[in-house]
């Protein structure tokens, strides 16, 4: 039977306001052979993906039922679950008493690593750091933390199979019916930590120096923005990186009239080049058809005078943040502490 360890590394913990990295796998044919695959940033696709899993009967991970297929079916719109059985490792471990996240199961089991150290907070800061710099070591060693996790998850099964707890079937039935809150509640605590303290550091970084706007990626900047909304918080959604129909972020607001929509917008442009009234009334458009409460656009750059007029005619409706506004933004709360 053909088998796949998959794994993904990712811009952030939350499908809707992150995207793909690196989507791992590790394929072990039926004659035994086997090879890794990794698709890098734009070759995280559903062709991509879907052409490297062809022929494959099952599906291993570790927390993959709650984190990585929805984020793959999230951002690439790619539900795996329901092509290809699939089976996560992590309940096993619950079964046969083994708790913790991955690094701390395989510390359990001496599955041993060549690379010391990484956690998912600095595969995150490594993706940024190969975006922001063409840093390719900063890339090779994000690959090769990947690379480690989905071998080692072949390296987890073997271990399991060996294990007196060990489950033969897909269904597997935790003894201890308080095992699954505990361990829930600390992996989402976990989880939580690693984003605040990611996003805090960068905060932190932007504060003292605003100028690293400018170097982001367009991509990150959405994703920022989209942290902040956040913290104001609206719910949010971060839109597919291409055709997103005119607005980057879809961020909800819950008050007591009822739920509101806003549509942003993010444009990641040079000091240069300010934001034209034409996009400012395409976006008003959208915010129109679709029946939002309003619409944002936030820049890095500025705005014409035509465009600050056209939100002066439908000021209700519209708010328009430069790079002025989006510096005061982050350092004007706490809450980026």
């Not at 009822?258 to 008003?284: S, T």
């Amino acid at each position: 039977m053909s088998e796949a360890y998959l794994d993904v590394e990712t811009t952030g913990l939350y499908p809707g306001k992150s995207s793909l990295t690196v989507i791992g796998i590790y394929i072990i044919e039926d004659d035994g052979s086997d090879r890794v695959i990794q698709l890098v940033g734009e070759d995280c696709c559903k062709s991509k993906l879907l052409e490297q899993l062809e022929g494959i009967e099952k599906i291993y991970t570790y927390n993959g039922h709650r984190f990585d297929l929805p984020f793959v079916n999230a951002a690439i719109h790619v539900d795996l679950e329901a092509k290809i059985p699939h089976r996560d490792l992590m309940f096993d471990c619950w079964r046969c008493r083994l708790s913790g996240g991955f690094k701390a199961v395989e510390v359990s089991l001496g599955i041993e690593r060549e690379l010391k150290g990484v956690n998912g907070l600095e595969a995150v800061i490594l993706w940024q750091k190969y975006k922001r710099e063409n840093d390719e070591e900063a890339l090779e060693r994000l690959l090769l933390y990947n690379r480690e996790d989905v071998v080692n998850l072949r390296k987890l099964h073997q271990k399991l199979m060996e294990h007196p707890l060990w489950a033969t079937g897909d269904t597997i039935e935790v003894l201890h019916e308080d095992f699954i809150p505990m361990v829930s509640q600390e992996a989402s605590q976990q989880l939580v930590s690693v984003s605040r303290e990611y996003w805090g550091n960068l905060f932190v970084k932007i504060r003292n120096n605003p100028h690293l706007l400018r170097s982001m990626t367009p991509r990150a900047f959405e994703e920022l923005v989209a942290e902040l909304l956040d913290r104001e918080g609206l719910e949010v959604k971060l839109t597919p990186p291409s055709k997103d129909g005119g607005r980057d972020i879809l961020a909800y607001a819950q008050t007591i009239a009822g739920q509101h929509l806003y549509l942003v917008e993010c444009k990641h442009y040079r000091p240069d080049r300010p934001v034209g009234v034409g996009i400012v009334r395409a976006l008003y458009g959208v915010v129109t058809v679709e029946n939002a409460t309003a619409g944002i656009i936030v820049t890095t750059s500025s705005f014409t005078s035509g465009a600050l007029a056209f939100r002066d005619l439908v000021k209700h409706r519209l708010e328009l943040r430069d790079y002025s506004n989006l510096v005061q933004w982050l350092r004007g709360s706490g809450k980026f502490d």
